[in-house]
């Protein structure tokens, strides 16, 4: 019996690493294109999930867990998939601010853009404005997550946008902030782009940021 | 150290906590970097030196009217005394950089600790003694403990924590056994160098984190039973500092030997009719937005519209909504005292 891609995405919705796992690959031999499989079976269960933790329906551990799933399926499709077809290949790059050691936020993020095709580039914990610019020379992603949980951190937002200001940068990127302590009034102030207030709402930035952009 | 009105800091709040009206309206900030900053010092050098930092809680004490001192601010001091490397950064609070259960296996490296010996904690321990010292019975001293989830998660790493819930309940459950047994330890040194309150708080367990099911299951018999442990120690009071969102489990937090409850994002007015019953409510002028980033006015304006909705029926106590922020300007911190001072006593007269 053919392989449905919504029991994909159910699979991944209920956390189960394993079924995703076999359901991708007998997909696979079933003939089911990589494009398809990733489309219909693994993001539309990763929507799925953004729209549950939205809604208070899961929370940060069953997120993990179907961020967990849907690797196991990616695991099987990347090396069938061909070039240029994984998905949304708009590049976030993403990182913690420096003097910050907080990640449980942006590692959530990370999932709900992954989840949502984009290639992200985690640059971790404690990064400095020069290392985000570094990156962002090499790699011209279209947005880049910043995250802090210390009120004496979010200083080191401004910091960043500052410095591409100062190197002429600032006008080719779209930058992002979040963290318990930001607020849309002080995302405002240090000129971001935009304040996601969860994972959820930082994915919604990211899509309208990248919207028209050329994939 | 005995305070200006008819009662002293402690009756005070103690007057809240058994449902009666005090003189005036209790006033905490917590504000232990923003005192270092206060007083011209760096956080390392309160580590070295206990009296430093003691003096510096004195000045916020005496000059901004408060009705208690806090300790030193050091989250790990339990992780660090159970093996974890801990770094004290200059003018930062410490953290632990890593997980040091890298591993599920790695349990069996956490050491039971002794408070007065190891890690940071015989040090905090004499900050709290010399705290009490310094203000005497009159003024409670207020330090922090760390409950049993927030422990664990700190030492497993948090994400790692959250899978283990679904692949290996019982070693989260065989974990928080460890870490309650090490975190009340600590909490009842707290109390024997002095503190009068033991706060807490437990970020890793807010709605923003997991769900109510996993917190009535992995951290509220925890919390509940190690709080029931330090009051019958002699801890006066438990305050519990929620940060985020705690709408779905309000209930279960005040029933969790909790006497206060310091909120950030509640409506003081509608928490109060569904709680004040159960808890004192404490909180919750914005540190961010309104003390950190916001005007004198728009300082003085929040202050009082706490008041106006908090101070009613007493079971109150007026304070930011978390921490003040180690750069807050100590004008804005002024014009928050100077709104409570004008508008503290009961009976109320707005």
């Not at chain 2, 904690?121 to 005497?136: H, I, N, Q, W």
Request: proline letters at 5%; one cysteine or more.
């Amino acid at each position: 019996m053919a392989v449905e891609l919504q029991e994909i995405a159910k699979a991944l919705i209920a956390g189960s690493q394993d079924q995703v796992r076999q359901l991708v690959g007998e997909a696979l031999k079933e003939g089911v294109a990589p494009q398809e499989i990733l489309q219909k079976g693994l993001i539309a269960g990763m929507d799925e999930v953004g729209r549950r933790f939205k809604a208070n329906e899961m929370f940060v551990p069953e997120v993990l867990l179907c961020a967990r799933a849907m690797h196991a399926g990616m695991d099987v499709l990347k090396p069938v998939m061909v070039e240029g077809a994984q998905g949304n290949k708009e590049k976030v790059v993403i990182g913690t601010v420096k003097g910050d050691l907080h990640d449980i936020g942006k590692n959530l993020v990370i999932m709900m853009l992954e989840g949502a095709g984009f290639k992200v580039i985690d640059l971790g914990m404690n990064v400095s404005p020069e290392k985000f610019l570094e990156v962002f020379e090499a790699e011209k992603p279209a947005v880049i997550g910043m995250s802090a949980m210390l009120t004496t951190t979010m200083q080191a937002m401004r910091d960043t946008i500052a410095l591409f200001e100062k190197q002429g940068q600032r006008h080719k990127v779209k930058f992002l902030v979040g963290g318990a302590p930001v607020t849309a009034e002080f995302a405002n102030k240090i000129g971001a782009d935009g304040y996601g207030a969860d994972a959820g709402e930082a994915l919604e930035l990211v899509k309208e940021f990248t919207l028209g952009r050329s994939a | 150290m005995a305070s200006n009105g008819k009662m002293t800091s402690m009756k005070r709040i103690m007057a809240v906590c058994n449902k009666e009206i005090p003189d005036r309206v209790p006033f905490l900030l917590t504000s232990r970097e923003f005192g270092i900053k206060y007083a011209g010092l760096k956080y390392a050098q309160c580590y070295e030196d206990p009296n430093l930092y003691v003096n510096s809680q004195l000045r916020l004490l005496e000059e901004f009217e408060l009705d208690g001192v806090w300790d030193i601010w050091c989250t790990p001091a339990v992780d660090e005394a159970m093996g974890a490397h801990m770094v004290v950064a200059e003018d930062d609070p410490p953290w632990i950089p890593e997980p040091y259960l890298n591993e599920r296996e790695d349990i069996s490296k956490l050491k039971p600790v002794d408070p007065r010996k190891d890690g940071r904690m015989p040090y905090m321990l004499e900050v709290v003694s010399r705290l009490k010292k310094a203000v005497g019975p009159d003024v409670p001293v207020i330090a922090w403990a760390s409950p049993p989830f927030r422990t664990a998660c700190m030492l497993r790493g948090s994400a790692n924590l959250y899978l283990d819930i679904f692949d290996d309940p019982k070693f989260v459950k065989d974990l928080l056994d460890i870490t309650y047994e090490a975190c009340t330890a600590y909490g009842k040194a707290l109390v024997d160098a002095g503190a009068d309150i033991i706060c807490t708080s437990n970020p890793v367990a807010n709605m923003d984190c997991i769900s109510r099911r996993h917190y009535e299951e992995f951290s509220h018999p925890y919390t509940k039973k190690m709080f029931g442990e330090l009051k019958a120690h002699g801890a006066k009071a438990i305050l519990y500092h929620t940060c985020g969102r705690w709408d779905d489990r309000f209930d279960l937090v005040c029933a969790e030997n909790v006497d206060i409850i310091h909120c950030d994002k509640v409506d003081i007015k509608d928490f109060k009719e569904k709680y004040s019953d159960r808890i004192v409510v404490m909180g919750n002028v914005k540190s961010v937005v309104t003390l950190l980033q916001g005007t004198e006015e728009q300082v003085r304006e929040e202050t009082l519209a706490c008041l106006q909705k908090g101070a009613p029926g007493g079971r109150y106590i007026i304070s930011a909504d978390c921490a003040v922020p180690r750069d807050t300007n100590p004008d804005n911190v002024r014009a928050m005292a100077a709104v409570v001072k004008q508008y503290r006593d009961y009976p109320l007269n707005f």
